[in-house]
């Protein structure tokens, strides 16, 4: 694979991820980092499918360039409305807090660190794009399956929470996919990239097995570091008893159904 697009394209990371940085600065409304971030994705992702590799384009890439841009089109579009209504993201706010004086610094560092992982998922993107086979696989069907399963689910996620908070300006949401989940929009984001992985994996070809670290490092992100944890604590501090309720009824992450005591 060649390794010049890929560089081009981390550095295009980075440095769209250092707009972020000045941008969030300029207007103190941190969620506008992840619209960058998504649409950052998107751009370098469809970049990454179109790059020729067998002297033309193939119908396999302008699929992957399709699907890629769609993603970061309603992912990009839903938190750019969110954080024009809603203001500052709850876990910058605590994150800056927790920086001190050394919070611009800090955020830059962070922010490069999420360029880092924009590159993991546009390198799986990439390999979807470069797989070898001559036709859509099974596993290529599978992974175009659970990509539309994944990008309409979290887009029923979003809106009925955006519903949900039209109404309940300070409540939790117990309805519809939240009752089975309390974080169904990360679950269908993950997903998304257990169907690029699928779309990237090639048993002939060895190296496309790097595609699983998409899926692997979203759950990481979203269950462990940067996702459940600090919103749930966001949520705990401004909840209070309304949410560690719901912490004890339903499933963090992945859909199951809410556990009988709940009153959902």
Same mark, same amino acid.
């Given at each position: ?36 971030? #998504?649409?950052?994705? !998107? *751009?370098?992702? $469809?970049?990454? %499918? ?5 002297? +033309?384009?193939? =119908? ?78 099974? #596993?290529?069907?599978? !992974? *175009?399956?659970? $990509?539309?399963? %994944? ?5 029923? +996620?979003?809106? =009925? ?104």
């Amino acid at each position: 694979m060649d390794l010049l697009p890929l560089t081009f394209l981390a550095v295009s990371l980075s440095l769209l991820m250092a707009a972020a940085w000045a941008i969030q600065r300029l207007s103190r409304n941190s969620g506008w980092v992840d619209v960058i971030w #998504s649409f950052s994705v !998107g *751009l370098c992702g $469809l970049a990454a %499918a179109l790059i020729p590799h067998t002297g +033309a384009l193939l =119908q396999r890439q302008y699929t992957v360039a399709c699907v890629i841009v769609l993603w970061a089109l309603r992912l990009g579009f839903h938190i750019a409305r969110r954080s024009h209504a809603s203001g500052d993201d709850p876990r910058y706010a605590a994150l800056m807090a927790q920086w001190g004086k050394q919070a611009s610094f800090q955020l830059f560092l962070f922010l490069q660190i999420q360029a880092l992982a924009a590159f993991v998922l546009v390198f799986c993107v990439r390999l979807a794009a470069a797989n070898p086979s001559p036709s859509l696989t099974l #596993s290529d069907l599978a !992974g *175009l399956i659970i $990509l539309g399963i %994944a990008v309409v689910g979290e887009g029923i +996620a979003d809106a =009925q929470l955006a519903r949900f908070a039209k109404v309940h300006k300070r409540g939790v949401c117990m309805k519809g996919l939240w009752s089975w989940s309390r974080h169904p929009n990360y679950f269908f984001e993950w997903l998304s990239w257990c169907g690029w992985a699928l779309l990237a994996i090639n048993f002939a070809e060895p190296f496309s097995l790097l595609a699983l670290s998409a899926p692997v490092l979203m759950y990481v992100l979203l269950v462990h570091v940067s996702g459940i944890p600090p919103l749930e604590a966001h949520m705990v501090s401004s909840r209070g008893d309304a949410f560690t309720s719901y912490q004890r009824s339903v499933s963090p992450f992945f859909l199951l159904p809410p556990k009988k005591s709940s009153a959902l």
